[in-house]
């Protein structure tokens, strides 16, 4: 186990109320769970994502926290929280990383493993 580390998981669900295949519109939210996989106190501080659409047109995302929140978790412990993102083709997919302090002030980074967004009943290729 290492020192200073969080895992992460994303459950992306296709959002077809919010989507607008006339308007060029796919909405897809996900649900983010963070867990202190270290061995010390650290805490969420900024977010990086990066969003592909299936033409391969990227678009980057940084911040400060996560919906409004800056996370300290102790080891062992979770959070998760639900945001959501619109792509200008039906799939693409996404992936980033956390910047995150420990207690004595070291910083790293966590990182968001890629996720697919695709509506249901398409086969990527």
């Not at 060029?24 to 983010?32: C, D, E, K, P, S």
């Not at 990227?58 to 929140?69: A, D, I, K, P, Y």
């Not at 996370?71 to 997919?93: D, H, I, K, N, Q």
Request: hydrophobic share 40%.
């Amino acid at each position: 186990m290492d020192a200073y580390q969080f895992s992460v998981t994303v459950e992306p669900a296709f959002l077809p109320d919010e989507s607008d295949a006339d308007q060029g519109l796919w909405a897809y939210r996900y649900t983010v769970r963070i867990r202190n996989t270290g061995r010390h106190p650290a805490q969420l501080i900024a977010r990086h994502w990066v969003i592909m659409d299936e033409t391969g047109r990227t678009e980057e995302v940084r911040g400060l926290g996560v919906v409004g929140q800056q996370p300290l978790l102790r080891p062992g412990e979770v959070f998760e929280y639900t945001s959501w993102t619109r792509l200008a083709t039906p799939s693409g997919s996404m992936r980033g990383s956390y910047l995150c302090v420990a207690e004595d002030g070291s910083q790293f980074d966590a990182a968001i493993p890629e996720f697919a967004l695709v509506p249901p009943g398409v086969t990527l290729h």
